[in-house]
């Protein structure tokens, strides 16, 4: 299926074919501060313009989206409660959404989102178990992630198979590091969209993104639109 992809985007373009998009949702907390939003309203708005978003894959033909939803830090007493809250509602709500059964969109869940309190974890088991099959689209999300964690999790798995005597320690490379990162089975981003005002990587897919291309949008992600995310797309291979 990624084959025909991108197949059919060369085709279009001529040039490098677009497989791989991740965005960030950085700037909810400030932009509620010094808008005098409540968090609940500026999650609200996040997550509606998420789903416009999400519906862009489809639109454009982008294979892969992937997007950093939450950073494994957010933790602080104010925000924690309200982003999961809307974190229940929005995966509740995606798991039947048109857009993803459709375009037989395949959802997955890079990061430790199994250390989250179960009534978030259960809508997002029922949400992977009914899309596994799906292979048309590819939607990941970040969730309770962290890049470097992301590596350190990759070299425990390969120290338990050199302690099982399944691999040789002379077979490490770049390329088995990869086989066991959350995101093994997808190719680095492209392209990585990067909201908020602080120029930074904030550490998404730190092992693929080598090569990826930055954009800093400069805009909090509650000020995001999707002529924002059109003009970051439409930047690639510029």
């Not at 950085?26 to 999400?54: C, M």
């Not at 982003?83 to 430790?112: C, M, P, R, Y």
């Not at 990759?154 to 088995?176: G, M």
Request: include cysteine; charged fraction near 30%.
């Amino acid at each position: 299926m990624l084959e025909k992809f991108r197949r059919l985007i060369a085709r279009e373009k001529g040039t490098k074919p677009l497989m791989h998009v991740a965005v960030t949702m950085n700037g909810i907390k400030p932009w509620s501060d010094k808008q005098g939003v409540s968090l609940d309203d500026a999650y609200k708005k996040g997550f509606e313009i998420l789903n416009e978003i999400i519906g862009l894959q489809s639109d454009k033909s982008i294979p892969i989206l992937t997007v950093y939803l939450m950073p494994e830090n957010i933790k602080d007493k104010e925000q924690y409660p309200v982003f999961l809250a809307e974190l229940i509602n929005f995966f509740s709500s995606l798991g039947s959404a048109d857009v993803i059964h459709q375009n037989k969109t395949k959802i997955s869940i890079l990061g430790k989102w199994y250390d989250l309190p179960g009534r978030v974890v259960e809508p997002i088991k029922k949400m992977i178990e009914e899309t596994k099959d799906y292979d048309g689209f590819f939607l990941n999300f970040c969730i309770n992630y962290d890049g470097q964690e992301e590596i350190v999790d990759a070299c425990k798995l390969i120290a338990r198979q050199i302690k099982a005597n399944r691999v040789d320690v002379d077979a490490i490379t770049k390329k088995r590091i990869k086989e066991n990162t959350y995101s093994s089975y997808f190719v680095p981003p492209d392209i990585i969209i990067k909201n908020g005002k602080l120029r930074r990587t904030a550490g998404i897919l730190l092992w693929d993104s080598t090569d990826s291309e930055l954009y800093f949008t400069e805009k909090d992600w509650p000020e995001f639109t999707k002529s924002d995310f059109l003009k970051a797309v439409g930047s690639f291979n510029q």
